[in-house]
């Protein structure tokens, strides 16, 4: 027996009886071209969806002399206001001011991007406002960076990005900053040697009241007073995956599918196809982002999605019905982390790095981590 | 009222509703056919400077709603169970049930990835030909025979023999102007 495919596909859909309110339409569409017209300002934000990392930080002149001795990491002050030095990450201030890191409607993700080597004593974060439903439309305060250790605040920075935020999609409203970090208390004194996490606040609101949103968590080493390089650093660098999700990741080069992948950049020939299954009764639904590192016949890192010459940064995604299932990288241009020149013959280990940032539960990220395949670069 | 909103209050009245299920279609659920289908007329009112009738920017709004929606299937990564095959509509329904059941096919397309599946809404709902698909969308002729072989070999395995060829140039021939 045959079927019809167009008695099929019509059988289901003439049923549908809607069409779109032209009035809405209209008043949405009138500014929107207000907006391309200039007319309306929304701050400094960009697009949803298009990340390209700003370029080389000039080293203030007060750096050329030899840099002072690190200051003592600040201790605990009880009942700081969030984002001040000493603050503990989560906890309420003295003030009655409160933070939600597992707000029902929005998240704050943060993303660091990788150390590029023109950048000295930068530290680049992403971040965007990840609606868990549908569009949004929302004002919202300068995006406030921190660094903890040992879950207080010891580096506060970088207070710009705010405005209008709002997205079609559900997510939205990137803020790029490349700014110098520096330790609490001390001008020009770089951090100690060690791990950090990076964090940042933003209040939002919609319209309903403001709300405090704390985002971020990753881990990110810092040697001399800089981001310490995954460029150049052995494969083992990278960190362990989160034991509670069996990840596996698939390299695709050179040729990325459309239907994947979305649209491909001429000068983009890495992808990643993953799938993970959780472990038990946890969920990870949140927001992710995925980077591809490729590691030479010695094991060193020579893409770690850095691009010196362009300064390439990845997409902020999302997570949804997260149990377990399919997903993929955004492309990436295979080019050398080191000086951004193409990658030589030869053939390298990929690996998938996904740092995912849950909705729900304690603040912090976690990775989730897989080797995805050899990736052969014939001799030309 | 401005030119453009004149043709777009044409574009509404007369091609809304197909619009609608156009995008049901691809998305397979109504609610979020009318949320793709209003982002895609949005984005092309927007985008464009004049319009010049509701038959001419039909296309670039059906352009947009693709674009639309494999952007959204993109930038969101919806993570979902992983299906590998539909369960056919007797076992699911518990009873004897005619195969290519309603639900079935919309279940059906949505196992498509987004292009094979407006090339196989646009071929086989719309009854447009393989060059007006490759129009509409943006593609070369020979991708969309590519994308509707695939979609038609996908679709077999679920619902059934489809039509065959001889058939379906027969269509062609007679929708072709």
Redesign the interface.
């Known amino acids: 027996m045959t079927i019809d495919l167009h008695d099929l596909l019509h059988s289901a859909a003439d049923g549908v009886d809607s069409t779109p309110g032209v009035a809405g339409l209209t008043a949405r569409i009138r500014r929107r071209r207000a907006i391309r017209a200039g007319a309306v300002g929304t701050g400094a934000l960009a697009v949803a969806g298009a990340l390209v990392v700003a370029g080389i930080h000039a080293v203030p002149s007060h750096r050329s002399a030899p840099p002072a001795a690190p200051a003592p990491m600040p201790t605990a002050v009880v009942g700081a206001d969030p984002g001040q030095c000493g603050w503990e990450i989560g906890a309420p201030s003295a003030t009655g001011a409160t933070v939600d890191s597992s707000n029902e409607k929005y998240q704050l993700a943060v993303q660091t991007a990788p150390p590029s080597s023109a950048l000295t004593g930068s530290l680049e974060v992403t971040t965007a406002i990840v609606a868990r439903s549908g569009e949004f439309d929302l004002t919202a305060s300068n995006v406030t960076r921190l660094a903890s250790r040992g879950g207080v605040v010891v580096a506060v920075w970088g207070d710009a990005g705010g405005g209008r935020v709002r997205s079609d999609h559900q997510v939205g409203g990137y803020d790029l900053v490349g700014t110098e970090v520096v330790s609490c208390g001390a001008s020009a004194v770089p951090l100690a040697d060690g791990a950090y996490q990076i964090w940042a606040l933003q209040t939002v609101d919609d319209g309903t009241g403001p709300v405090t949103l704390l985002g971020g968590g990753e881990t990110v080493d810092f040697v001399g007073g800089k981001q310490a390089a995954t460029c150049g650093a052995d494969v083992s660098t990278l960190p362990a995956s989160d034991p509670s999700a069996d990840f596996t990741a698939r390299i695709d080069y050179p040729s990325l599918e459309p239907e994947i992948y979305g649209d491909v950049a001429d000068d983009e020939h890495l992808g990643a196809t993953t799938s993970f299954a959780l472990i038990g009764s946890r969920t990870l639904e949140g927001s992710y982002s995925a980077r591809i590192y490729l590691a030479d016949a010695s094991g060193k890192i020579v893409v770690d999605g850095a691009d010196p010459v362009r300064g390439q940064a990845v997409d902020i995604a999302m997570i949804g019905d997260a149990t377990g299932g399919e997903g993929a990288t955004s492309p990436q241009r295979d080019v050398l982390c080191s000086d951004g020149s193409p990658l030589p013959p030869g053939t390298y280990r990929s690996f998938v790095v996904m740092t995912v940032d849950p909705f729900d539960g304690p603040a912090g990220t976690t990775s989730l981590v897989a080797e995805a395949g050899d990736v052969v670069v014939p001799a030309s | 009222m401005s030119d453009?909103?004149h043709v777009?209050?044409d574009l509404?009245?007369v091609r809304?509703?197909a619009?609608?299920?156009?995008a049901?279609?691809l998305t397979g659920d109504?609610a979020a056919?009318?949320d793709l289908?209003?982002?895609a007329?949005?984005a092309t009112?927007?985008?464009r400077s004049r319009v010049r009738s509701a038959v001419a920017v039909e296309g670039y709004v059906r352009r947009a709603i693709l674009t639309t929606y494999?952007?959204?299937?993109?930038?969101?990564?919806?993570?979902?169970?992983?299906r590998h095959l539909l369960v056919r509509s007797d076992a699911a329904h518990g009873h004897e049930s005619v195969?290519?059941d309603?639900?079935d096919?919309?279940a059906a397309l949505r196992t498509l990835?987004?292009?094979?599946r407006a090339c196989?809404?646009l071929r086989?709902?719309e009854?447009l030909t393989v060059a007006e698909v490759a129009d509409q969308l943006g593609l070369s002729e020979g991708a969309v025979k590519r994308y509707l072989s695939d979609g038609?070999r996908a679709?077999e395995a679920v619902?059934?023999?489809?039509?065959?060829e001889r058939e379906t140039h027969t269509?062609l021939e007679r929708t072709t102007p």
Not at chain 2, 19 to 22: E, P
Not at chain 2, 159 to 164: E, I, K, P, Q
Request: hydrophobic residues 45%; proline residues 2%.
């Open positions: 453009w909103e777009l209050d509404v009245r809304g509703r619009l609608v299920r156009h049901y279609l109504v056919a009318e289908v209003q982002d007329i949005i009112f927007a985008r494999s952007d959204g299937y993109r930038r969101q990564r919806r993570w979902h169970d992983v195969v290519g309603r639900a096919v919309v990835a987004p292009r094979v196989v809404v086989f709902y009854d038609i679709l619902l059934g023999t489809v039509r065959d269509i």
